[in-house]
């Protein structure tokens, strides 16, 4: 035998007796560049409403509040009159509720202080997840609640019947060969980012069904996030939408806030989420592994939450709608424009991911 064959024989001699001692192999830790973890920023947003003419018109307006997992919100309304703070679909927002004539401009929407830490699942092992029979059988109101069609009239948004979207759940699920719903809706973002292409089709102004971003491969943050709720809830993995801004920064230093979506997925661990856990499922890396190192049970610093759906169909359309209700006499006009700014922009701290070779994961 030549010497190089018999290197690689006592190498895999050598490796298959560690794995049957039950002893761990260990490879060096996976390291990623630093990149802001910490930051601060003044936003506004909302809608700025010009009427114009000698008519009476009426506006209604629910204008979602901000939220962190780790960090600080403080907000105000801008137009300080004619408003309540309510609690809609288990969300607090400001509702104004305007009647007026003539011609006027209303600046409707919040103005909020953010401090905010990124947040991630230590462990990508599942290891502290319940199985999704223990979900089921402990969770009951989490399975009837987060594991249904959500639809309006005409679209299915998020479908776990369909029977295409139940098959690819069905087989991530057999190969998978577990119970572990934290390892299954990890699986399921693995088929979900190998098969789906972000895409955004600025031409249509209609949400995509899941179904519809299966057949076309490809969709936006709101159409990819409604197909991996899908998929998850079709195994009978609480699922639900989040709805926000993103925050990016651009080669010049120009910083924006983007409307974005992304999802949560139930799986019992403990945790400020109370079991629940934030996946980016619109995100775009260089492989697999990163997409699930970065994005999976991670919620950056760069997302600011706004709205959680509580998984009924009232609540989806509320999620996705603008000004709720405008009515106006005929010699009215009324024009709206939606805004988002952002001052005030620091980046406070900075820390490189590092993922162990035991598959858990910290910044450094």
Not at 74 to 88: A, F, G, H, M
Not at 111 to 128: C, F, H, M, P, R
Not at 193 to 208: L, S, T
Not at 268 to 280: H, K
Request: aromatic residues 12%; hydrophobic residues 35%.
């Amino acid at each position: 035998m030549k010497k190089n064959a018999w290197s690689f024989f006592v190498l895999g001699i050598l490796v298959l007796g560690i794995m049957l001692s039950g002893c761990e192999m260990i490879f060096p830790p996976v390291t990623y560049e630093a990149t802001p973890t910490r930051i601060s920023y003044d936003l506004s947003y909302g809608y700025l409403v010009n009427t114009s003419g000698t008519g009476r018109y009426e506006l209604t307006y629910f204008c979602d509040t901000p939220e962190v997992l780790i960090g600080t919100a403080s907000y105000s309304p801008l137009y300080t009159t004619d408003y309540q703070t309510k609690n809609l679909f288990n969300n607090t927002v400001i509702h104004w509720n305007i009647s007026g004539k003539n011609a006027k401009t209303f600046e409707l929407g919040i103005t909020t202080k953010i401090e905010v830490e990124s947040y991630l699942i230590a462990d990508l092992n599942g290891k502290d997840a319940l199985t999704i029979r223990q979900i089921q059988d402990r969770y009951p109101e989490l399975i009837t609640q987060y594991t249904k069609m959500q639809a309006n009239a005409t679209i299915r948004f998020i479908d776990p019947s369909d029977p295409d979207i139940r098959t690819i759940a069905d087989t991530v699920y057999t190969n998978e060969k577990t119970n572990n719903s934290f390892l299954v809706a990890k699986s399921l973002f693995s088929w979900l980012k190998q098969n789906i292409v972000y895409q955004i089709h600025p031409n249509e102004r209609v949400v995509r069904s899941a179904s519809v971003t299966l057949s076309h491969k490809q969709g936006d943050c709101d159409d990819i996030s409604f197909l991996y709720i899908s998929l998850c809830r079709a195994r009978d993995i609480p699922a639900r939408f989040i709805r926000g801004y993103l925050i990016t920064k651009d080669m010049n230093g120009s910083v924006t806030a983007t409307p974005h979506a992304w999802t949560e997925v139930f799986v019992g661990q403990p945790g400020s989420l109370n079991g629940w856990i934030p996946i980016e499922s619109a995100c775009v890396t260089d492989s697999l592994v990163t997409d699930i190192n970065q994005n999976f049970g991670v919620e950056s610093a760069y997302h600011l939450r706004l709205y959680t759906d509580d998984g009924s169909n009232a609540s989806l359309a509320s999620s996705l709608s603008g000004i709720s209700y405008i009515t106006h006499e005929l010699n009215t006009t009324i024009a709206l424009e939606s805004f988002a700014q952002i001052s005030n922009y620091q980046e406070l701290e900075s820390k490189k991911l590092i993922i162990t070779e035991k598959n858990n994961r910290y910044y450094e």
